[in-house]
């Protein structure tokens, strides 16, 4: 299977599908919630699409430059940006379109409302504490070298910054949309792992044993490839809900008020 016709198969078609979804939805009257509309879904999407670009791909060309992963060269088109081929940029712009169109689907129904309760505050250092500790881990494991930890380490070290600062500022806010935050990231990392390993076994990529752990889901995936896709779609979740969150803008509010009483009050000290 070429990459092309993964990408169409795996990504474009479920992308259309959910794309005709949202326009019956939107002619039926069914529109996200209030509590998510405090910015533009469609501009939140977009944005992370183009995050999810920026940040992935020099990150990428050194997982191809250092063999981490290949792809056969039969199965390309043949154009690459650096080390990696034309497909593998455009998988990172349909990955954050998928996501952000299954996220948006469930966003338009009772499930994206908010649970009862406050904000437990508490979960804002826990969770950016606890991913801390496991990427000096992961930081540990490239320093010592450790050959059948290079790409877990990789993967942990590129993705948990990023997710801790989302905890650091929202891990309260995500807890209360746990179940909208669940509905999205769980069906959609099953379903690109399975993807994956489709695309494994009939020789689009490889994973380079030497470098994995090789512990395989179901005899196919590497533990690593299915941690991929739960790191990246959790990325792409969790940003978007805290974009579209009413609490998020009126944190975000109250962090600035503060920043600028403590600029004015720096300034008028001097």
């Known amino acids: 299977m070429t990459y092309f016709a993964f990408l169409f198969y795996f990504l474009v078609i479920p992308i259309l599908l959910l794309g005709i979804i949202a326009i019956i939805d939107h ?15 469609w501009a939140a999407v977009v944005l992370h699409v183009v995050i999810a670009l920026a940040y992935t791909t020099l990150w990428d060309n050194y997982l191809v430059a250092t063999r981490v992963w290949w792809y056969d060269p ?9 080390w990696v081929p034309i497909e593998e940029y455009t998988f990172f712009i349909l990955q954050p379109i998928l996501a952000g169109l299954w996220l948006l689907f469930w966003a338009r129904r009772p499930i994206s409302a908010p649970l009862s ?20 881990g992961s930081i540990a494991v490239l320093i010592a070298g450790w050959l059948p930890g290079t790409y877990l380490a990789l993967e942990l070290g590129w993705a948990l910054p990023p997710i801790a600062l989302q905890l650091a500022f929202g891990a309260d806010i995500l807890w209360r949309y746990r179940r909208l935050v669940f509905l999205t990231i769980v069906p959609l990392t099953l379903y690109l792992s399975a993807s994956d390993a489709l695309a494994i076994t009939l020789g689009t990529w490889t994973i380079n044993p030497e470098k994995s752990l090789d512990l395989l889901i179901a005899g196919l995936l590497p533990i690593e490839e299915f941690l991929f896709f739960l790191l990246t779609n959790t990325l792409v979740i969790f940003g978007i809900v805290l974009v579209l969150a009413q609490e998020s803008h009126v944190r975000f509010g109250n962090i600035r008020q503060r ?8 300034s008028s000290s001097v």
């Open 27 to 41: 002619r039926r009257g069914k529109e996200i919630a209030a509590n998510l509309s405090a910015w533009s879904p």
């Open 117 to 136: 309760g406050d904000l437990i505050s508490w979960l804002r250092p826990a969770g950016t504490m606890l991913l801390g500790l496991i990427w000096l």
């Open 74 to 82: 039969e199965l390309v088109a043949g154009i690459t940006l650096g």
């Open 259 to 266: 920043f600028a009483k403590t600029a004015a009050d720096s």
